[in-house]
């Protein structure tokens, strides 16, 4: 790996980004997504709030974070397209970063603008907030293909790459899925809190209850069956496309998922306090980032092993005691 100038900055756009999502987040969870109010890129009607409250204050700063977000992915882009070659897989994932970028912003004003914040416990919103969640996958992960690609200059390719492509894809879906799934959970805890166990297991389990409360009772099951496809793709990846790399992003992958369902459970145990939560998210945007970054090493290891078909087999053959095929059509013709 080269750490270039930019490889270091795309790292800290990611970096940054992973906090502003955390944050969020808390802003959900604290219910201060309406502390500007139903203005949008105004905060209660002004640039600058004057006397704000705590709710604003929250609200307000997740905005500015969010803005600096998108000014540095701008930067990140114009400097791409500036040092890398019109070819280059850096300045593809650079242009898709900005797309989830803006559409990320848009998803932002949609959710103040049409009050899909706070207190609000519509389907619709669950609607929202799982667009929200797949729109910031996808960005995170080209912010991540940006820097990866920068830092290793490697490059991947769906083509000729056997079945294991099917097995990442069916990882990603169900990651996603889990996401949306975890979202949705997330947002029936925050709207409907419960003081126990016994207490939240009745809510789930009743036929009265809100939509929102019924589906978050699938969500550990979806969780179960998601991390064990994921930790069995982590030991394919490691088996089927063996490489330094491949063992570190699947090792990392392992651990990170058996942390996010211990994680799980404790926030199950304890009825998921906000700082669990953060800590919950953070893990599922690892384990997605970690998931990404094995699939793009395990498809380029494929590209790195044709480059070695012209390399020189020979003390092989000579082990094995068997000749290469050129060699035996020699020396038939020979004869």
């Known amino acids: 790996m080269k750490f270039t100038r930019f490889a270091k900055f795309a790292w800290l756009v990611v970096a940054y980004n992973l906090m502003v999502i955390v944050w969020g987040a808390y802003v959900r969870a604290s219910k201060s ?18 006397a704000p409250t705590v709710k604003t204050l929250v609200e307000f700063s997740h905005r500015l974070s969010s803005g600096l ?8 882009v114009v400097w ?15 242009a898709w970063a900005m797309v989830f970028m803006l559409l990320e912003a848009a998803i932002g004003a949609g959710l103040v603008l049409f009050e899909m914040v706070a207190e609000n416990k519509s389907m619709g919103r669950a609607l929202w ?42 990882a990603i879906f169900g990651t996603l899925i889990l996401g949306v799934s975890g979202a949705v959970a997330a947002l029936g805890g925050t709207l409907f809190p419960v003081t126990s166990l016994a207490e939240g297991l009745k809510q789930d389990l009743s036929p009265t209850a809100h ?14 069956a998601v ?80 480059e070695n078909r012209g390399a020189d087999f020979s003390p092989l ?9 050129p060699q035996l059509a020699k020396e038939s013709n020979g004869n």
């Open 227 to 306: 991390g064990t496809l994921l930790m069995l793709t982590a030991l394919a990846a490691r088996k089927l496309r063996p490489g330094k790399e491949t063992r570190m992003f699947s090792t990392s992958l392992i651990i990170l998922v058996l942390a996010q369902l211990g994680a799980g459970l404790l926030n199950l145990l304890l009825h998921a306090p906000i700082w669990l939560q953060l800590v919950h998210l953070l893990l599922s945007d690892l384990i997605w980032l970690a998931l990404a970054l094995l699939g793009f090493n395990a498809l380029a290891q494929r590209e790195r092993d044709s």
């Open 69 to 76: 977000a998108l000014l540095l992915t701008v930067v990140l």
């Open 33 to 50: 997504g309406d502390g500007c109010g139903s203005h949008w890129p105004l905060c209660n009607g002004e640039v600058i709030p004057l």
């Open 129 to 170: 907030m799982s667009a929200h969640l797949v729109n910031t996958f996808l960005l995170i992960a080209m912010l991540t293909f940006v820097a990866w690609a920068a830092s290793t200059k490697q490059q991947t390719r769906w083509r000729g790459q056997g079945g294991i492509h099917w097995l990442f894809l069916s």
């Open 317 to 325: 053959w000579q082990a094995s005691g068997l000749k290469p095929a």
């Open 80 to 94: 791409a397209f500036r040092a890398f070659a019109r070819r280059e897989p850096v300045r593809r994932f650079a």
């Open 211 to 224: 939509i929102l409360i019924r589906l978050r009772f699938f969500h550990p099951f979806i969780a179960a």
